[in-house]
Every structure is written in C-alpha cells, then in structure tokens.
C-alpha cells in the first residue's frame, strides 16, 4: 500500500511539475544570419535569446517554420505567440505588443539592380517609373511604404524574387534583410547584381512580437524583463559573439518608425 501510495505521489508530482512549464507558440523563417533554417532543424541567436529568456520565466517555446506573412497574420489573430525580429512601426503597433529591443541595428534599405546600372537610382525620386519589388508583408521606411505613386510588385519570399529578378520581370528589388537575399541568390547561382547608389539609411530596434492581447500582461512583463537583463547582463552579446555574429549595440539614436 505504501508503495502504491509512494508511486501516486510521485506520479503527481512529476505532472505537476510539466504542468507548471508552458509553452509559447513562435514562428521561424530563414533569415540569416540571425535565424537559418537547414532542413527541419532551427538555428541562430535570435532563436536561442527567447528560448533563454522564456526558460527563466517558466515558458518554453514551441517553434514552427511559416513565411513571415503568414506569421504576421498569425499574431494579429492570436494563434502565433513569438515572432522573431519584428521591426516596429505605426502600423503594427494597433496588434502588436514589442518585446525589446535586444538591441539596435543598421538596417539600410537598398535597391538591387543588375550590374551596371548602379546609376539608375540616384536619388528616392528616380524610383518613380520603375517596377520595384517588394517583399509581402515586409516594412522598409515610411515614405517608401505609404507611398502609392510607387509601381510595387509583391512577391512572396526571397526565392520568388530572385527568380523574377534573373527573368527581368522588373527593374529593381528593395531590400531590408541584405545577408537573407544574398544567400538566396548564391544558391540561385545569380552573380550579375549590384546595388543602387540611392539608399535609404536607417537604425532599427531588434523586437519580438506578440499579440497585443499580452500587452500588460504578467508573462509579457516577465518575458520582457528577462530579455532585457539579458542585454544588461552581456547575455545577448555573447550569444551573437557564439555565433560569429556582430551583436545589435544599444545605442537607439535615429532608430526608425
């Protein structure tokens, strides 16, 4: 009896415990160098900052790999709970709670055009006339993305757009996350590129997102207060350091909206 009574306790012991751990369902995308995808397996600082922080408040994260549209509308709806690198701006402050920033970073705009002609964007008012693409549900720059006298073509994925761009289905691409783009074109084997001499300088902040229902919530102050005694405490310095990566500095001068 003592040892039916012994293993019952045991038993619920050992639920309580995993019971007590939840799980915060976050959304994964090949953006390196700071999120590589390699088949079915995960990778990169920004993966292991929130697992870290999550851990200490009681969470552990459960990861899935989406296209960051997608992504997007999974966190406006409230299905998707984390998602890595979100950049900040007016527009997704209506359903987006910002976790961060771990850091900020020079995030320049540039305008990919084929080799040899750098001088076909001199200035933002040459992009008048020419057929740019865009990323689906990626944010540049104010200007650029509320501005309708644009000719934009939206594209899903990094992929799509180095394929329409090897076919000269347009004129340039504007590009937010440089090292992504470039390594799609290396296994595109795509070497005729440039960049345009007009780009658009900016620093941003490096934020996770969540649904806004979190807002002032207890596991979102948590949460935040972890990542950001990570950054006090040199945490989120080593781990880009881990990888072979520049970390983001703290110096939030000219971050844009």
Same mark, same amino acid.
């Given at each position: 009896m003592k040892k039916v009574t012994m293993l019952l306790i045991l038993m619920l012991t050992f639920t309580a415990a995993h019971a007590a751990v939840k799980t915060l369902r976050a959304d994964f995308r090949h953006r390196p160098p =700071?999120?590589?995808?390699?088949?079915?397996? $995960?990778? !990169? #600082?920004?993966k292991e900052i929130i697992e870290q922080a999550a851990d200490k408040t009681g969470y552990k994260i459960k990861w899935r790999k989406a296209p960051f549209i997608r992504s997007l509308k999974g966190v406006k709806e409230g299905s998707v709970d984390i998602?890595?690198?979100?950049?900040?701006? =007016?527009?997704?402050?209506?359903?987006?709670? $910002?976790? !961060? #920033?771990?850091?900020?970073?020079?995030?320049?705009?540039?305008?990919?055009?084929k080799k040899g002609n750098e001088d076909l964007i001199n200035h933002y008012e040459d992009l008048y006339g020419l057929k740019i693409a865009v990323k689906r549900g990626t944010a540049y720059f104010k200007r650029f993305n509320e501005d309708n006298g644009l000719e934009k073509q939206v594209h899903m994925d990094d992929t799509n757009m180095v394929r329409m761009f090897k076919r000269g289905r347009f004129d340039t691409m504007v590009v937010l996350d440089r090292e992504s783009l470039e390594d799609a074109l290396r296994k595109h084997k795509i070497s005729d590129y440039a960049y345009a001499n007009y780009k658009y300088i900016q620093k941003n902040g490096n934020y996770y997102g969540m649904p806004k229902k979190y807002a002032g919530s207890r596991m979102f102050s948590?949460?935040?207060?972890?990542?950001?005694?990570?950054?006090?405490?040199?945490?989120?310095?080593?781990?880009?350091?881990?990888?072979?990566i520049k970390p983001p500095v703290q110096n939030k001068e000219n971050e844009q909206p």
């Open positions: =700071e999120m590589v995808v390699s088949g079915n397996q $995960f990778s !990169g #600082p920004l998602l890595p690198r979100t950049v900040r701006n =007016e527009a997704r402050e209506k359903f987006i709670a $910002f976790l !961060g #920033p771990i850091g900020y970073q020079n995030k320049d705009i540039i305008f990919l055009v948590l949460l935040n207060k972890s990542l950001l005694n990570m950054v006090t405490s040199g945490e989120i310095t080593h781990i880009y350091q881990q990888y072979g």
